[in-house]
């Protein structure tokens, strides 16, 4: 539940910053998103080297930080309300069903997560041709250069996550450095993109 809810809260950021905010802004939003994803990066790799000193419960309680935020959230969120629309419940709820899945397969690998995942991804496809109002639609699927960010994006992001534990694999079996000290080199990389990400804003404008 708690990764299902963390696949959401990017996107709405990012759905809301290019819905009302003027360009000048919106710039700067997004590249304050993803330097906040590169803050989260740093603070977890640099907590698996913590790891075995940090009692595993604990770490679950990181994402209560957000607590100190809501009320300044709350305080600069548009007041803004539709009427007569409706929240396409079954296909969200079927969407981060998947994502979960993915997660929790990565988490605890077994066939049967994937099995689970690829059947919800079947029911989806099938909702999306045949539903009334799925709030994925035929023709923004059928849309070529929205797949094709996709893409891009899935094979950015899939080499990000991969390359975190190939890098402390690495650094542990062929260099003998500790996890701790592959963890500090992979959280300078990571310093270097959320600087870049704060920065990035102000060069676009």
């Known amino acids: 539940v708690q990764s299902a809810g963390a696949q959401v809260t990017g996107s709405v950021f990012v759905v809301m910053a290019v819905k009302y905010l003027a360009p000048s802004e919106k710039v700067v939003y997004l590249g304050v998103n993803n330097a906040v994803y590169f803050f989260a990066c740093m603070i977890g790799v640099v907590a698996g080297g913590f790891i075995e000193?940090?009692?595993?419960?604990?770490?679950?309680l990181s994402p209560a930080l957000a607590v100190v935020v809501l009320p300044l959230l709350l305080?600069?969120?548009?007041?803004?309300?539709?009427?007569?629309?409706k929240v396409d419940a079954f296909g969200i709820t079927v969407f981060g069903l998947i994502a979960a899945l993915v997660v929790v397969y990565f988490s605890f690998p077994s066939f049967w997560w994937l099995v689970a995942a690829v059947v919800l991804a079947v029911v989806f496809g099938f909702y999306?041709?045949?539903?009334?109002?799925?709030?994925?639609?035929?023709?923004?699927?059928?849309?070529?250069?929205?797949?094709?960010?996709?893409?891009?994006?899935?094979?950015?992001?899939?080499?990000?996550?991969?390359?975190?534990?190939?890098?402390?694999?690495?650094?542990?079996?062929?260099?003998?450095?500790s996890l701790m000290t592959v963890s500090l080199c992979l959280a300078a990389v990571y310093l270097v993109q959320l600087v870049m990400g704060l920065l990035s804003g102000p060069i676009v404008n």
């Open 75 to 85: 305080r600069n969120i548009p007041d803004v309300s539709g009427t007569g629309e």
């Open 128 to 177: 999306v041709a045949y539903g009334s109002h799925p709030f994925l639609t035929r023709k923004l699927l059928g849309n070529l250069s929205f797949l094709g960010i996709i893409a891009i994006l899935f094979v950015a992001y899939f080499f990000q996550y991969a390359c975190v534990p190939i890098y402390q694999v690495m650094g542990g079996q062929v260099y003998r450095l």
């Open 53 to 60: 000193m940090i009692p595993w419960k604990f770490l679950l």
